[in-house]
């Protein structure tokens, strides 16, 4: 990287050195092994680890830091402001389900290309990446796409990387063991028609890099490309632009297969007119769109303020401060003045273009005359591997302080079927206590978790439901009348949680309230069981509901944060 400005803010720098180490690591690393990724003192890594976990960006577990959603925040601030994934994310889906393959978006990011929105169809032999990673243009479908409009400049920037890391070391989504320079593997190589080795994938290697001037002027005169094994061998995708009015693709779409489905050539036959009229529908949208009302941002100067008084030396206020400039950006507010910058987060004029000179050093902002627009690079900063968190990732630290709160075990669940199944759980260190594992099932009717979930249907798949249950009595107590099983659960809808008292086994008392998604409705539900001498039904409502609820919150503001572009897998 050339020299920072002297005007740059080092804390901000060396934040952003640690997030990407951790965004490279897959979101985990230990203290030591962030002092050696990042080549920071120790005293440095642990305040700036301090800061970032006091801002919910990272949560510190023993000598360990984890990235945790908050951090989204920034990713959220890219895309919005982007817009791409808002407006064609339902196209790609739609194209997706009806192909029966895997479908992306990507967008130009220097000589590499960086995925924007994923619609990944679940089989055993899946092939797709995340969002946010970073592939080299010359190895993808998308890249000759986008080369096709590079300047002579971009063209000599390009041949300089590759000669100074031809083994792709700077793209850390590429698979390991794919590079020229790996040992063995094998998969299936489409140019010999039969099982390729190493060899066969390392010569379609060099030949894409050799060639990438030829694909790239085939791309250019036939308007589509194709990744023939070129990241990995068996994967397979071809690639499409979506041009703006001017001309010029503001993003590719790509389907992506593998060759036990197709081969290139069978994939391009398969896929290519529907591919082409996907992309023609998606630049109509792209056109029509109205202009996006600026959301909110979230002034966030007084906070940093307030929690550099209240942590001190341990709390790095200008790391904060550079962070909060990138949320100033967002849905409406894709391009902003510094005054504007300055007015969104509560930052002073001199302190906010400090940021911002920091932030284009590190490729995270550009400009444009007086005006700043955030860069593909800020997804770097843990979008690709929090992308991928499941339900319960987000549930279990929230699982884990409501244990440390009640001390009692707590769960998260979803419904499968006609019952529920346990996906999270926290136990608690007891003589006597609950014991279920992970992947555990049970009734839903007789469950608070399950109740809880019942209740939230709308009423008619409710009453089906209702109407082909089997209401077995599991403990003298359980509800097996369908009219008072209906209006329990009427009740719980009213209540908003479910309490169970030795319905499901005897001595056993739990009460569930319900984890909802942004859409309002219940993905899922979370509880606390106890035996009965612990607490008395009155104590449960009185004692473990407020605080059960409070993690049921967090939970949902995690999910809303990581789910705004993102799905979120329920189990």
């Known amino acids: 990287m050339d020299t920072a400005p002297a005007e740059a803010v080092g804390p901000l720098m060396r934040g952003v050195a640690v997030l990407r180490a951790l965004s490279d690591a897959d979101g985990r690393l230990s203290l030591g092994e962030l002092v050696r990724a990042t080549g920071l003192a120790r005293s440095t890594v642990d305040r700036v680890v301090a800061t970032l976990a006091r801002m919910g960006h990272l949560r ?102 590759r000669a100074a890391d031809p083994a792709v070391a700077g793209f850390p989504a590429v698979p390991s063991g794919t590079d020229t320079g790996a040992g063995t593997n094998t998969g299936t190589d489409n140019n010999t028609g039969g099982t390729g080795t190493r060899a066969g994938f390392e010569q379609r290697v060099t030949r894409a890099v050799g060639g990438f001037e030829q694909r790239v002027a085939a791309a250019r005169h036939a308007g589509w490309a194709v990744d023939d094994q070129l990241i990995e061998p068996g994967l397979i995708a071809v690639a499409v632009p979506v041009r703006d009015v001017a001309g010029a693709p503001v993003c590719a779409v790509s389907v992506v297969s593998h060759t036990s489905r197709h081969s290139a050539a069978s994939l391009r036959a398969a896929v290519l007119p529907r591919l082409r009229e996907t992309a023609a529908a998606m630049e109509a949208e792209l056109r029509g769109a109205p202009a996006p009302t600026p959301s909110a941002p979230r002034a966030l100067a007084a906070w940093t303020s307030a929690s550099k008084q209240e942590l001190g030396a341990e709390f790095v206020e200008s790391l904060a401060r550079g962070l909060t400039v990138l949320t100033a950006f967002g849905e409406g507010r894709a391009e902003l003045s510094l005054s504007a910058v300055a007015e969104a987060t509560g930052l002073a004029r001199a302190t906010a273009r400090r940021a911002l000179i920091t932030l284009h050093h590190l490729g995270l902002v550009a400009t444009e005359g007086r005006a700043f627009r955030l860069t593909p690079r800020v997804l770097s900063l843990g979008c690709p591997p929090l992308s991928r968190t499941t339900l319960p990732d987000i549930a279990a630290p929230h699982l884990a302080a409501l244990v440390r709160t009640l001390h009692d075990s707590a769960s998260l669940a979803v419904l499968d079927g006609d019952a529920i199944q346990y996906t999270a759980r926290v136990a608690t260190s007891r003589i006597m206590s609950v014991n279920i594992t992970l992947g555990t099932r049970f009734p839903a009717y007789a469950a608070s978790m399950g109740r809880v979930l019942l209740a939230d249907l709308p009423a008619g798949e409710r009453a089906a439901r209702l109407g082909r249950m089997e209401l077995r009595a599991l403990t003298p107590r359980t509800l097996t009348s369908p009219a008072a099983l209906a209006a329990a659960l009427d009740e719980v809808a009213a209540q908003g949680y479910a309490l169970v008292d030795e319905e499901l086994e005897e001595g056993l008392r739990s009460i569930a309230v319900p984890v909802r998604g942004p859409d309002g409705r219940a993905v899922g539900a979370v509880n606390v069981a106890m035996h009965t001498t612990r607490r008395t039904v009155a104590e449960c409502v009185a004692e473990v509901l407020p605080v059960l609820r409070g993690a049921a919150a967090a939970i949902e503001a995690d999910l809303g944060v990581v789910g705004r572009f993102c799905r979120i897998p329920l189990s």
């Open 60 to 161: 510190l577990d023993g000598s360990g830091a984890t990235l945790a959603p908050r951090l989204m925040e920034l990713a959220n601030a890219y895309l919005g402001a982007l817009r791409l994934p808002a407006l064609l994310g339902p196209y790609a889906v739609q194209l997706a389900e009806e192909l029966d393959e895997s479908v992306s978006l990507a967008v130009p990011d220097r000589d590499g290309i960086r995925f924007v929105h994923q619609s990944t169809r679940r089989r055993a032999m899946s092939l797709t990446f995340r969002i946010g990673d970073l592939l080299p243009a010359e190895r993808t479908a998308p890249g000759p796409l986008f080369a096709a409009h590079w300047s002579p400049p971009q063209w000599q920037d390009w041949r300089e990387q």
